[in-house]
């Protein structure tokens, strides 16, 4: 059972950066996907950030191109999104998740990073 740990999440007014974290419990994403989603009160999880763990098929949501970044840190098995210029609109409880290669579902999730960005 892969286990993902979020941390990183807090208040930052608007223009701000924060960093979050995602610690594996297990180096087998070699072969994953690895993502980060968001998930605003009363809406829909979206996809924010999603890519191979070896920095491959990098894809950013339209809304955070250009102020998100998706890195990891293959010695700390920690995959990480550097958020720059927040805007309260990102704010939104934050999840790592991941998938084998070849599955369409991720499938693995942590319990989630809460973001607020105040105006």
């Known amino acids: 059972q892969v286990q993902l740990v979020e941390s990183g999440g807090g208040l930052v007014q608007a223009g701000g950066s924060l960093r979050l974290s995602c610690a594996a419990s297990e180096r087998t994403f070699s072969t994953y996907y690895m993502g980060w989603f968001r998930q605003a009160p009363g809406k829909e999880r979206d996809v924010v950030a999603t890519f191979t763990w070896n920095g491959a098929n990098t894809r950013y949501a339209d809304s955070v191109k250009g102020r998100f970044t998706i890195s990891r840190d293959n010695a700390k098995n920690t995959v990480y999104l550097q958020m720059n210029n927040l805007k309260p609109e990102d704010t939104a409880a934050y999840y790592c998740?991941?998938?084998?290669?070849?599955?369409?579902?991720?499938?693995?999730w942590g319990q989630g990073t809460q973001v607020t960005v105040s105006s």
């Open positions: 998740a991941a998938r084998p290669l070849g599955i369409s579902d991720y499938i693995y």
